[in-house]
């Protein structure tokens, strides 16, 4: 996470990692299309975000949530014998651990702007 480590701080900082968060998602999200194309016919498209900067960060932390639904799926597929294809199951899990980290990375930076923010004097 060494890409992430170097961002720099502020609102630039946030808007590069929300950035990449939403590259990654969009790779994982055409990576699933092209192994899974009946699961992509399935798949609900994302709705758009209402309600501004709240609005955005319910719906990234929904798409977290439904990447890490589906990891678990496919990995209970794969214990129960219906899914032998193991490197389906290491993109699910590595895609959902991707999505966390980045969401913790946010996480971590906005209550860095939260705190420097209640420093400053007014």
Do not use: C, W
Not at 5 to 25: E, N, S, Y
Not at 51 to 77: I, P
Not at 98 to 118: G, W
């Amino acid at each position: 996470m060494s890409a992430v480590g170097g961002v720099g701080g502020g609102a630039a900082g946030i808007h590069d990692i929300i950035a990449l968060r939403q590259q990654i998602i969009d790779r994982s999200s055409l990576l699933q299309q092209l192994h899974a194309p009946e699961a992509g016919a399935a798949a609900q498209p994302a709705a758009p975000a209402a309600g501004g900067f709240g609005g955005v960060l319910q719906n990234a932390l929904h798409q977290v949530s439904a990447t890490q639904n589906q990891a678990d799926q496919v990995t209970d597929s794969y214990q129960r014998g219906e899914t032998t294809d193991v490197s389906k199951v290491m993109l699910a899990r590595e895609q959902s651990s991707v999505a966390f980290e980045a969401t913790l990375q946010v996480k971590s930076r906005l209550l860095n702007a939260y705190q420097d923010i209640m420093r400053m004097g007014v």
